[in-house]
């Protein structure tokens, strides 16, 4: 295959192109989930889950621009390449921007659904590369879309068991099991 550099013939590079092994998806998925499992038992230190969600926010935000600059080209600049992963990379920020809300403010509703967002925006939607042996990014785009997974479901479960407890809804269904009861008894 004959190289151009700058208009003039630089050289020839020959050789065979061979897949790259893909990588064992199981794996990942596995640590995606357990990950998950172990941000959801974080759900009784909100400090512990503002950080995982700064972390997480702060990776996956690192990880949408880092991916725009290894795509930009002369023609495609690295701007046209991050607005190309903009709700990714808003994701990111938000998650983070919501960690550091957390730390401040009792906001677990809040939590739980950018969770839930990080989860399925990057965690599902770039799981692609728990697949592929080649990745169009950093070599780090596995791992951080394994904590986007995990953070993602972990923060959403955290979530919304801190808001549950929050709004005396298990009283109050404790509360209604027992009036049913005695109900039941005196008819």
Not at 119 to 134: E, I, N
Not at 142 to 158: P, S
Request: net charge neutral; with cysteine; hydrophobic share 60%.
């Amino acid at each position: 295959m004959p190289l151009l550099v700058d208009g003039r013939e630089a050289g020839i590079v020959r050789g065979t192109v061979a897949a790259a092994p893909a990588p064992q998806t199981g794996w990942w998925w596995a640590g995606g989930v357990l990950g998950a499992v172990v941000v959801g038992l974080l759900w009784r230190w909100r400090g512990a889950l503002a950080v995982v969600a700064v972390a997480a926010g702060g990776v996956v935000a690192v990880w949408v621009v880092q991916s725009a600059g290894l795509a930009a080209s002369p023609a495609e600049g690295v701007g046209v390449q991050v607005l190309a992963r903009l709700w990714p990379l808003l994701t990111g920020v938000g998650v983070a921007a919501a960690g550091v809300v957390v730390a401040f403010r009792k906001v677990d509703v809040l939590l739980g659904i950018l969770g839930a967002c990080l989860a399925v925006m990057v965690g599902v939607g770039d799981s692609a590369v728990f697949r592929y042996g080649t990745l169009a990014g950093p070599e780090w785009g596995r791992w951080a879309v394994a904590v986007a997974l995990a953070a993602g479901i972990g923060l959403t479960v955290a979530g919304g068991v801190r808001w549950y407890q929050a709004t005396g809804t298990a009283e109050s269904a404790q509360n209604h099991e027992a009036a049913e009861s005695d109900v039941a008894t005196n008819a």
